[in-house]
Every structure is written in C-alpha cells, then in structure tokens.
C-alpha cells in the first residue's frame, strides 16, 4: 500500500501487522476494526465521544476507577463500545477476565453477547489475541469462558445470578423505555441492585461497575447512583448544555460549545428537533439532553391543547373509549366515554360522557350513546364492570352498534399518560372551542396526576394506545411508554430489531 508521505504510517514497512499491532494496544483502533464485523461490514463514522468513552474505560483498565455510570442518547454506540467490543478486547488481553454483562430483558443481553462472541470467533480476533480461546464446554452465546478461566456472562435484571460472579459488571441499559414512569418497575430494578449486584463482584477491593444507559426518569437507576455517590459520571447529552471540555485518549481533549450537537453527521440538528416533536419534550429531555423532568408535576400541559373554531371535519372513523365504574356512590369513580373522530393522525374530540351509573343504566346508556354518534368501533376497558358490558352487549347484538373490544390495561395510569403526552404535544388531539364537558376534561388531563379522579384520562389513553395500534403507527410517531412489544407481535413487524446503533 502506498501512502501519502505526510501520513502517520507512511515508511512503515508490514503496514497490516504494523495496523494488527495497534489495534493490540489501542482500544480505539480495535474498535474501528471490529464494528464492520458486526454491522455487515459498514464502516465506522468515527467521533470525538467515542474516544471520550474510550478514555473513561481505560481509567477502569488501569485500575485508577471502580464504578463508572455512562449517559448517551440512543443510537450512539454506547452498548457496542462497552458491552461488545470493549469485553472483547479485555478478554483478548487477559482471558483469565471474567465479565458479567446485564440488561432489561434477556432479549437484549443475548443479542449483545452474540456480538461479543461473532467479534472473537472472527479472523480478526484470531489474528490479534491468539491465546484468547472459547472453551469447548461452555461455549453458548449467553454464557462461554476462555481456556484461560475468563468469560462472559449474559444475564437480565430479573434473570438469575446465583453462584456466578465477575471481576467487571456491566449493566446496560437495565429499565425499558416503556417501563420508566412505572414506580413499580423503577423500584424493582432499585432494589435488585441495591441487594443483590454490587456483591457479585470476585474482589470486592478491585472489582469495577459500569453503569451505561439513557436517562429515563428522575428516579431511574442512574438517578440512585448519582444520589449514593461515588461514581465517575460521563454525561453525554445530544446537544451540549454549556461549554464544556472532555478528555480523550493519547493525551487529548475535546472542547465542547453549548449547543453543539453530539454527532452531527449522524443526528443533525434537524434531526434531533424531529425527534423532539415525534417524541414531546418529557421523553426527549430524559433520553437525549439526559436531563429527565422532575417527577412531580403535571405530565399534559395546557398550551399543548388545541382548539378548534371551525367545524370539524365530517369524514373519518368514529370510535368510542368506555372507562367503567364500579358502583354509582358518590364516593365511587365515575364512568366515562370519550367518542371521538379520527382523521389521518388527528384526533377530533366530539363529546365526553361521565357520569356515575348502575350497571342497568350503563349498559342502556352504553348502547344509546353508540347509536347516537354512530359510532364504528367501541372500545370498553375489560375489568369490573367493563367485563360485564362486553358480554352482555355483545350477547344483545344491537343493530347498528359494534361489537365492543375488550381492552386489558398493562401499564399503570402514569406510564399510559406519559405514553400519549407526545401525541397531544404535537397538536394532534383536537378539542372544540366550547363544550358543557370541555371545562372539566381539560381540567383532569392538564391536572393529572394530582387530580382526585381520573376516568377521562383513563379513557382517553387507552383510545389513543388503540389507535396507535391499530393505526400501525410507528415507534417514531408516537414514542413513549406504549406497548412496542405488543405493536409488533400484533402486525409482525421485523424492522425493529435492535439497532447496531444502540
């Protein structure tokens, strides 16, 4: 190969065992060579935060930090850098090392395992670390050792540790995005590693941590870290805050202006601000500037509702949400129906029925309001009350009134509001300028959660999850805490397997 005389290895005599040597020493070089391994033999576009995230990792190589929490938007690397290539290259060099690596789910864990694995059974890794050998009598892709002692272990949060250990943990990404407003599922993960990680490490005195993920909630996994203290903190947001400066290997540092964009041959800025509207301000706080809104507080905000003076369009599907009551007290919740007209991605709010009612004038009501709108689709929430109307209307098979579909509530009410705030921060919900029900609706939406009830909230969520499941609506149209999972299982959907960018 001829190179220019100027260039860095321009007289080197053997440049490929010249590149194979560097690529030994150089954490930075043997990424660049491992990405296409993993990615179909793409390119890597190099940028200044990988070699950031490569300084930080040496500083745990070198034994000079034990606990490092990493915050990065999606699609930056941040898993391939840590939790592939870097467990790769510190097995090559030492296969006596042992690893356990841990994420959310066990899906995740072993697709970052089977990149760790493919990286070293390559020609690449055969070459560079000779010595490094996969053992023949554990060799599976979740769970393999070296000749040498050493390995890696792929594991969930709610996966099973017992008798295993390592000399480095990893936790990536250890909440699911749909799963960040959930207290439930917040403490859980809080709990898991209060009792049970931190004493799985070999040696307690050496031992390191490393802590990667988004920023979700205020309350996350990172959050509790940053309260306990003791950790090495590299925050990484999308668009810079404030000047600020990071140091890079080989003695380098990297000079960072507000408002610069993270990697803006990758994510522009126009790019990130599309992001922002398909997401809504809360979810891209969190994950891309890694600065989640306080928990407290109202999720809706009342400038994002909008109201329309004209007429609303006489086109499109009429569908029905029933949140049902239990009893008709006066301390009992309310039953309530939203029956609203989708248009395209909009939805147009025609009327908000709540009132408190007996089950004989629930389901007389019901099928009154049905006929009244002619509504097309009914959807009635499958618990209590609600599990009887679905019988017994679809027993009576009303003329001109749809079959109801039973609706089952997965997540708790906070996470289904945040699931649909970035839709109605998009100007998408669509309300009349003055209706007897308005004022008290936008008084429980705007107010939730510190409201005393909540079935129109209740009702409306679970119209807006439907539609866009139904709708087959993206992950990037509506990005929040709605079931994916579920989306994709429904329609079979494979295009959204982990991205090599994650």
């Known amino acids: 190969m001829n190179l220019p005389a100027n260039h860095p290895f321009a007289g080197v005599q053997n440049l490929p065992a010249f590149i194979d040597e560097i690529a030994r020493r150089d954490f930075t070089m043997f990424v660049r060579q491992a990405f296409p391994l993993v990615h179909g033999g793409a390119a890597l576009d190099w940028n200044w935060h990988l070699d950031t995230m490569a300084f930080y990792l040496n500083e745990i190589d070198q034994g000079r930090n034990q606990r490092l929490l990493v915050n990065l938007p999606p699609r930056n690397l941040k898993s391939f850098m840590i939790s592939v290539a870097w467990v790769a290259w510190m097995l090559g060099r030492d296969p006596r090392r042992n690893f356990v690596c841990i994420s959310y789910s066990n899906e995740l864990s072993a697709k970052l395992a089977r990149d760790c694995l493919t990286i070293m059974q390559s020609a690449l890794y055969r070459r560079l670390f000779p010595k490094t050998i996969i053992s023949t009598k554990r060799s599976a892709n979740y769970d393999f050792n070296t000749t040498r002692g050493g390995g890696r272990l792929a594991t969930s949060v709610t996966g099973t540790l017992t008798g295993r250990g390592g000399d480095f943990i990893i936790i990536d990404d250890p909440i699911k995005p749909s799963d960040a407003y959930s207290e439930t599922v917040r403490e859980s993960v809080n709990d898991w590693y209060r009792t049970t990680l931190s004493s799985r490490l070999n040696d307690k005195r050496k031992g390191a941590i490393i802590c990667v993920m988004q920023r979700l909630h205020q309350y996350d996994l990172c959050g509790l870290m940053l309260e306990d203290g003791g950790w090495q903190h590299l925050s990484l947001p999308a668009i810079a805050p404030r000047d600020d400066y990071f140091p890079m290997t080989r003695n380098r540092t990297h000079t960072r202006k507000a408002d610069d964009v993270l990697h803006p041959s990758r994510e522009p800025r126009w790019a990130l601000d599309k992001i922002k509207n398909d997401q809504g301000s809360h979810t891209f706080a969190a994950q891309y500037l890694q600065e989640p809104v306080p928990a407290k507080g109202n999720i809706i905000l009342k400038e994002w509702l909008v109201h329309m003076k004209e007429a609303f369009p006489a086109h499109g599907e009429i569908v029905q949400s029933w949140d049902t009551g239990v009893k008709d007290g006066e301390k009992n919740d309310y039953s309530a129906c939203i029956t609203a007209r989708l248009v395209g991605k909009h939805i147009y709010i025609l009327d908000v029925l709540r009132k408190r009612l007996a089950f004989p004038d629930l389901l007389r009501t019901a099928t009154a309001h049905a006929l009244e709108y002619k509504a097309q689709t009914l959807l009635v929430e499958d618990a209590a009350s609600g599990n009887q109307l679905i019988t017994m209307m679809r027993e009576a098979k009303v003329a001109g009134v749809p079959l109801p579909l039973a609706r089952k509530v997965e997540q708790d009410k906070t996470s289904r509001v945040h ?39 209740d009702a409306l969520s679970q119209l807006i999850n439907w539609m866009v499941i139904n709708r087959r609506e993206t992950p990037t149209d509506m990005v929040g805490p709605i079931d994916v999972e579920g989306w994709k299982r429904n329609y079979n959907r494979d295009d959204f397997d982990e991205d090599p960018w994650a």
Request: zero cysteines; aromatic letters at 8%; a negative charge.
């Open 419 to 457: 699931g649909m705030s970035p839709l109605i921060e998009q100007g998408r919900l669509v309300l009349p300028v003055s209706a007897p029900w308005l004022a008290d609706f936008e008084a429980e939406l705007t107010g939730f959660p510190s409201v005393r009830h909540d079935d129109q909230v």
